[in-house]
């Protein structure tokens, strides 16, 4: 049984946006997006801390945007969408303090979600 719940995700076209919302359980330290296609490895997108610091995978730097509210929930603002963009879409989080080089590695979270679909077609 999946511990995060996410929400948001649906189909869109390509230049188009989307919002991920993940609810938390409790308070996690550190949060994390994760997206995944069949027959590839799950990917590490996009990671925030309780301190607001981020990382990204270059491949979304400048089109997505992830934040925390303090209230038990992370998202992931989506925008400029490309068909590329298409997968399964995982969050993830961890309450172990970790150098921000490893935080968007699948291996380093042990909460996750049951995910959530994102197309990305015309």
């Known amino acids: 049984q999946a511990e995060l719940e996410e929400s948001g995700g649906g189909s869109v076209q390509p230049g188009g946006s989307l919002r991920l919302s993940c609810a938390l359980p409790?308070?996690?330290?550190?949060m994390a997006w994760f997206r995944q296609t069949p027959g590839q490895e799950r990917e590490g997108v996009a990671s925030?801390?309780?301190?607001?610091?981020t990382t990204y995978a270059d491949s979304v730097k400048g089109r997505f945007t992830i934040s925390q509210d303090n209230t038990k929930a992370f998202y992931l603002q989506m925008n400029n969408l490309k068909p590329e963009d298409t997968g399964m879409y995982y969050c993830a989080a961890d309450s172990q303090w970790i150098p921000l080089d490893r935080r968007l590695a699948q291996s380093e979270y042990r909460s996750w979600g049951q995910g959530t679909q994102v197309t990305v077609s015309s």
């Open positions: 925030i801390d309780h301190n607001r610091a």
């Open positions: 409790r308070y996690i330290y550190r």
